[in-house]
């Protein structure tokens, strides 16, 4: 998911300010580029040892991140999950929608990703887990009910058992009227796979419609917005 904009969109490196300008913070931008340069590289290798669980060779665009939550009501929304945030792409665009007394929780499998993670959001809480997990997570924050739910989830890679099962597990914790929200590749839409998963979501879910695509993401994607 490379962005084809050069303008800092692309997600993944350590910092969380954009990059800055003028010539006393051009060293900082230096900087920035280079930690940006290593998260790439990092979030590449992890694809290289697990590609269908990663599913990327880098993280979504800001544009993307945009996309994503536009739809949600965050702003009053009390309880928001986040799965497979990576190295939180999408975070920030969580952050800055959802009311201050909203709480987030991530569920991340990897890692390597995980650390990264919590380099850039040391105060949120991160799961290590699969979302295979969710109701188990939850019960042991005290959660009883999901508004919204933001995947990053490879879905198209995953095995139909393992899709349903992700599915069901959600199905526990999401409460009626809750929302989710999950992206795919353009070309997935010609896929079997990503047929397949289309069909899928419409047996889960109630509404499901699809934002515009996102051409600033490499590949193009769009959104799968998903009412209980
Ligand atoms: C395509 S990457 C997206 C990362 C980030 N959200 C982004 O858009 O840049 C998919 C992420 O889902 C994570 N993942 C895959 N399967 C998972 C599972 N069962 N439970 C939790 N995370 C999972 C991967 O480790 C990876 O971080």
């Known amino acids: ?82 799965y497979g945030p990576g190295t939180g792409a999408f975070t920030q665009a969580i952050l800055d929608r959802k009311a201050r007394q909203c709480r987030y929780l991530g569920i991340e499998v990897n890692t390597v990703l995980g650390v990264m993670f919590r380099k850039r959001f040391s105060e949120l809480k991160l799961y290590e887990a699969s979302v295979a997990d969710v109701k188990r997570i939850c019960d042991a924050e005290g959660i009883t009910e999901i508004d919204c739910i933001v995947s990053g989830l490879p879905w198209a890679s995953f095995s139909t058992a393992s899709q349903k099962a992700y599915l069901d597990a959600m199905m526990s914790v999401l409460r009626r009227n809750g929302q989710f929200v999950t992206f795919a590749y353009l070309q997935g839409l010609m896929l079997p796979a990503g047929v397949r998963f289309k069909n899928t979501l419409r047996d889960y879910f109630r509404e499901v419609s699809r934002s515009k695509i996102v051409w600033n993401n490499l590949p193009p994607a769009f959104v799968y917005r998903c009412r209980r």
């Open 1 to 82: 998911m490379v962005d084809l904009e050069m303008d800092g969109d692309q997600e993944g490196g350590e910092g969380r300010s954009g990059a800055s300008r003028g010539g006393a913070q051009s060293a900082m931008s230096d900087r920035q580029l280079r930690s940006k340069s290593r998260g790439y590289g990092r979030f590449l290798l992890e694809y290289l040892k697990m590609p269908s669980v990663v599913g990327a060779i880098a993280p979504s665009s800001k544009s993307l991140a945009r996309r994503m939550v536009e739809w949600l009501d965050l702003e009053n929304a009390r309880v928001v999950v986040e």
